[in-house]
């Protein structure tokens, strides 16, 4: 077997190991009779964990070939649309309401209704000022060629070049939660439209007690297209 091929199975195999182990703590902490307030952002912050864990596994075990040109202050991809999952929401939501005062989350809210441009929690300086709480799909996001994204931040067609085993992860992961979400009746929030989803729980104290409870807080951030996007990036 040549070497490609045997990469491409190891990431196979352990991306399938991430996603039951995924998938194996978001059931616990989301099913009816265990959930509280807490249990989004226990579930988005161990879900990052377990994300960081086994990129840099996957570094280890197969060392790559060209090094990302992502870095602090590269913030091309903070301008796209994201989908999201609701208790990655409510994580950045609690997380900013701990540090931030009243005033900060409201403007904060009110330019998260400005969609277009770059991600409203970007500093000046490109650098994301929650980045240790930030969704999967940001940390999934990377490039091994900044200049492409930024032609594609120019409406060109370019394809962006990222890391096979980061991506496997992400979509393996993605998956898992929304098949564990699905089973715990919040399916309908596995694909949120990013800004949307987070003016509601900015605005809303008690946004993690109403969702775990089963109130349907962000009606206002689904579509069918957030849906389609979602089959798009990870499969049916």
Known sequence: MAMAARDAQLIADFAKQVKELAHRFAAEQLAPERRDA????????????????????????????????????????????????????????????ARADPASLAALGHNMTLEGGAC??????????????RPLVCRAHSSIDADACARQFADEDVIIESRGGQSAIWHAMAVGLAEAMNAAGLGRDTALHFRRAMVVALAMPDASARW??????????????????????HGN
Not at 120 to 133: E, F, K, V
Not at 212 to 233: H, K, N, W, Y
């Open 38 to 97: 807490g249990a989004a952002s226990r579930t988005a912050e161990r879900l990052a964990a377990i994300f960081e864990m086994a990129v840099g596994r996957v570094d280890e075990l197969i060392p790559p070939q060209q090094p990302l040109a992502c870095c602090s202050g590269c913030s091309w991809c903070c301008c796209l649309v994201l989908l999201v999952e609701a208790p990655f929401v409510l994580w950045l939501a609690d997380t900013l309401r």
């Open 120 to 133: 409203p929690l970007l500093a000046d300086d490109g650098r994301c000022q929650t980045y240790d709480t």
């Open 212 to 233: 775990a409870a089963g109130e349907d807080i962000f009606a206002v951030a689904r579509s069918p297209e957030c849906d389609q996007g979602f089959r798009t990036l």
